[in-house]
């Protein structure tokens, strides 16, 4: 019998800030109304950082509640991986101010910069770490604050984005592969890129061009266009690679950014809609956040069970896009 090493999700945490933001708030900011911002997004209500409340912060207080909801301590912690397109500073990475708070001197701690994929892209890292034998567990985080980086007076794009953190904490253990599928853990990941969108879905400012942060920029029917099919195609490549279909998947968790993006991806794909989480009306599109958001709630709800078979997936500028599948 040979075994193998599956990362398996110990605990969940989410954080939101303070200060939530309806969509009848707009109406004295940008020519907009609730009825508008529902009908082509399906969001209600964002949560928007305060003063005080950062990426950092809320990623740090993300973590503690994961952290607690796998019985563990930061001490029991190797590697912090950090999911944003937020951080607080250009340099040092935020994963090491949120190693810094949590008191961790040992181990690694990097950003990952996959923008709304940012998430699936640091725990599929953190899983090829785990995998690798150099870590045994790590703390994962998506934390954004989007609304400081949004051009207010542009009403296509402020009302969409709002501002939180969630993370999971993985933990490597042995398993059978003879029994690989019903085995915890995370069963494949799947990632992609096509640099040649960039200009769809971009932020107009940077270090090493204007010297500025710059704004966020989106062309809304180009990303919408390119989302459903980039998306199911990267699914179904999971799906092969498991050896599943749409009617295995027990919950499909994906990345929170237009209520109507969400519904056409599980139509294509034959995914019931009693299976898919959905919290983009109430935090808008939170970037890396949105998935490990909507995972928190759901597994704290009571929604994911143990053995359940979970799918996450997403797509952000660049393009990226990806998926995971995952044995609850």
Request: proline content about 5%; hydrophobic content about 40%; cysteine-free.
């Given at each position: 019998m040979t075994m193998s090493i599956r990362s398996v999700i110990r605990g969940?945490?989410?954080?939101?800030?303070?200060?939530?933001?309806?969509?009848?708030?707009?109406?004295?900011?940008v020519e907009t109304s609730d009825e508008w911002i529902r009908q082509r997004t399906g969001i209600e209500a964002r949560h928007i950082a305060g003063e005080?409340?950062?990426?950092?912060?809320?990623a740090e207080g993300a973590a503690r509640k994961a952290l607690d909801a796998a019985g563990l301590t930061p001490a029991d912690i190797d590697v912090i991986i950090l999911a944003t397109a937020t951080p607080n500073n250009t340099f040092p990475a935020s994963a090491v101010q949120v190693q810094h708070k949590l008191g961790i001197t040992h181990g690694f701690a990097f950003d990952v910069h996959a923008v709304c994929s940012g998430f699936v892209y640091a725990l599929t890292t953190a899983d090829l770490y785990l995998k690798g034998g150099a870590a045994k567990r790590a703390l994962v985080i998506g934390a954004e604050t989007f609304s400081r980086i949004l051009d207010w007076e542009d009403r296509s794009t402020c009302v969409l984005f709002?501002?939180?953190?969630?993370?999971?904490?993985?933990?490597?253990?042995?398993?059978?592969?003879?029994d690989a599928g019903a085995a915890q853990g995370i069963i494949t990941s799947k990632l992609r890129s096509d640099g040649s969108h960039q200009g769809k879905l971009y932020v107009d400012g940077g270090p090493s061009t204007t010297g500025t942060v710059g704004k966020l920029r989106m062309e809304g029917r180009e990303v919408f266009k390119h989302a459903v099919g980039m998306i199911t195609d990267v699914i179904e490549d999971s799906f092969a690679a498991a050896g599943i279909g749409p009617d295995d998947v027990d919950w499909f968790v994906p990345h929170q950014a237009n209520r109507r993006i969400i519904d056409a991806s599980a139509r294509k794909l034959g995914i019931a809609p009693e299976k898919v989480?959905?919290?983009?009306?109430?935090?808008?599109?939170?970037?890396?956040?949105?998935?490990?958001l909507a995972l928190d709630a759901a597994v704290r709800d009571g929604r994911i069970k143990r053995g359940d078979l979970v799918l996450l997936e997403a797509m952000g500028g660049g393009f990226t896009w990806g998926a995971v599948l995952i044995r609850w």
């Open positions: 969940t945490g989410s954080v939101l800030p303070a200060r939530t933001m309806r969509n009848q708030d707009f109406a004295g900011i005080g409340e950062t990426t950092v912060s809320l709002g501002d939180g953190a969630g993370a999971v904490v993985l933990e490597a253990v042995p398993a059978d592969e003879a989480v959905i919290t983009v009306n109430q935090h808008g599109n939170t970037s890396a956040a949105s998935i490990p």
